[in-house]
């Protein structure tokens, strides 16, 4: 049974940068599958950031594109996100999920992480 | 983008009644060549992950009670709860995955009148 775990700072400074990881248990991220993340500002709806592949191909936002980077490490069964540059407006509840394809629906997610951006 | 939009933004249903929940898409998610939706639904608890529920607009995840259904097609789309149990409460989203970025609607907070 594949489970996703969010970790990294829970508080993040003005202007720098958001770094989560996701671990991946049950599955090996090199047998496929796309491996996304998806925020949720508090008591506010649902918004994609971006998804990969194990292979390193990504998709991002557009809305975000400029400022996010996601990147993948097999040996660790991990993906990582980075959000540069964030203000208040990315303080939300960050999950990592895995799509079957690209677009696609999300499932698993793992159970998210609140990240806020204050000083 | 895609823009969903979710009717309503509450209600309140009797236990064992019948709760109906709609999704509209500003453009079609139906794609001509396989005849398939590109529409989910998930349900959200307080405190907890959204779970996925509906795929392909009316395709029952494993697991899911029979209870819940989804139909339409195009632009138009409704999530059906036959009869309305106390673990229904929650918040319900429909997801469009037709086209990059993916979008979701706003949600849909389902409560026991």
């Known amino acids: 049974q594949v489970q996703l775990q969010e970790s990294g700072p829970g508080l993040v400074k003005p202007s720098e940068t958001l770094s989560l990881t996701c671990t991946v248990s049950?599955?090996?991220?090199?047998?496929?599958?796309?491996w996304g993340w998806i925020r949720q500002p508090p008591g506010k709806g649902l918004e994609w950031i971006g998804s990969?592949?194990?292979?390193?191909?990504?998709y991002y936002n557009p809305s975000l594109k400029s400022r996010v980077t996601i990147s993948v490490d097999t040996s660790k069964n991990q993906f990582s996100l980075k959000v540069r540059s964030v203000t208040a407006a990315d303080t939300a509840v960050y999950y990592c999920?895995?799509?079957?394809?690209?677009?696609?629906?999300?499932?698993?997610w793992g159970q998210g992480t609140l990240v806020t951006v204050s000083s | 983008d895609i823009v969903m939009t979710q009717s309503p933004d509450s209600l309140a249903v009797s236990l064992g009644e019948r709760a109906t929940i709609n999704c509209k898409s500003s453009?079609?998610?139906?794609?001509?060549?396989?005849?398939?939706?590109?529409l989910a639904w998930y349900q959200q608890k307080p405190g907890q992950p959204p779970k996925l529920l509906i795929y392909?607009?009316?395709t029952r995840e494993s697991g899911v009670p029979d209870r819940f259904s989804g139909s339409g097609s195009g632009t138009d789309f409704t999530l059906t709860i036959s009869s309305l149990q106390a673990e229904d409460v929650a918040v319900y989203y429909c997801?469009?995955?037709?086209?990059?970025?993916?979008?979701f609607g706003q949600g849909t907070r389902l409560e026991i009148k």
């Open positions: 453009q079609t998610v139906l794609y001509s060549s396989n005849n398939k939706n590109y």
């Open positions: 990969i592949y194990h292979s390193g191909t990504t």
């Open positions: 392909w607009a009316s």
């Open positions: 999920a895995r799509g079957e394809d690209y677009p696609n629906w999300f499932a698993p």
């Open positions: 997801q469009q995955y037709y086209t990059t970025p993916q979008t």
């Open positions: 049950g599955y090996s991220l090199t047998s496929g599958y796309y």
